[in-house]
């Protein structure tokens, strides 16, 4: 069974379309998160999310809106899309304690044309 | 959190030992030192953690100095398998809520030969 699952694996769209990103995960944990990994392949983190507590990068544009719906999933919302939001997104989730690990899915990758 | 300094790059051969080295000068006393891999067209994977002692798992070994402003991650026999980046992280164990983020560095790429 796949723990951290996010769908589409691969996006492509238009600049100024509004798309969004799902994922789940079958963990039991309690803490979601969403990475962003650009053509230079930093890894960097957007959103935090924990029992309706939402931490958030303070350089990830406001287009950008994490939402979920139970603790199992963590979806990502981007409005407005741009060439610069071009990227490979990873979910992950872990429990809250410092000393767990985090789980990743697979990536997303989006393509803005 | 404190910064890491890892080398970018290191080669080793199919079946031999690799030691993967990372500086952590700034450590403060309540980090954890955790080490994730990224395969190619994967997410990053968990490798190993540790506080102050030495740990070993069926992945890896994790070597920490005794003043712990280094660490080394240890594989015992690389394979194919195990070329990725590798990345050396350090978690404040205070953090207990959605603020227990990783902060990924620029790894080191790991590259086995056969």
């Known amino acids: 069974d796949t723990a951290v699952s996010q769908t589409p694996k691969y996006l492509v769209t238009q600049m100024g379309n509004d798309k969004s990103i799902k994922c789940e995960q079958n963990l039991g944990h309690d803490t979601m998160y969403w990475y962003k990994q650009d053509s230079k392949k930093f890894l960097k983190i957007m959103f935090s999310y924990n029992n309706k507590e939402l931490i958030i990068n303070e350089t990830v544009p406001n287009r950008f809106s994490p939402k979920s719906p139970d603790k199992a999933h963590l979806n990502l919302h981007i409005n407005s899309l741009e060439l610069g939001d071009s990227a490979v997104y990873f979910c992950a989730s872990s429990l809250r304690n410092s000393n767990q690990p985090q789980h990743f899915g697979d990536g997303t990758r989006l393509s803005i044309l | 959190d404190a910064k890491t300094t890892q080398p970018n790059s290191m080669e080793s051969n199919e079946e031999e030992p690799v030691h993967l080295p990372c500086n952590h000068s700034t450590i403060s006393g309540t980090d954890y030192i955790h080490w994730y891999r990224q395969l190619p067209s994967q997410g990053p994977e968990y490798v190993i953690h540790?506080?102050?002692s030495n740990v070993n798992n069926r992945m890896a070994s994790l070597a920490i100095a005794e003043d712990r402003k280094s660490s080394t991650l240890i594989l015992h026999r690389a394979t194919l398998r195990d070329a990725a980046v590798y990345y050396c992280i350090l978690r404040d164990r205070g953090k207990h809520n959605a603020g227990n983020m990783l902060t990924f560095g620029g790894g080191t790429r790991l590259m086995v030969k056969p």
């Open positions: 540790g506080l102050t």
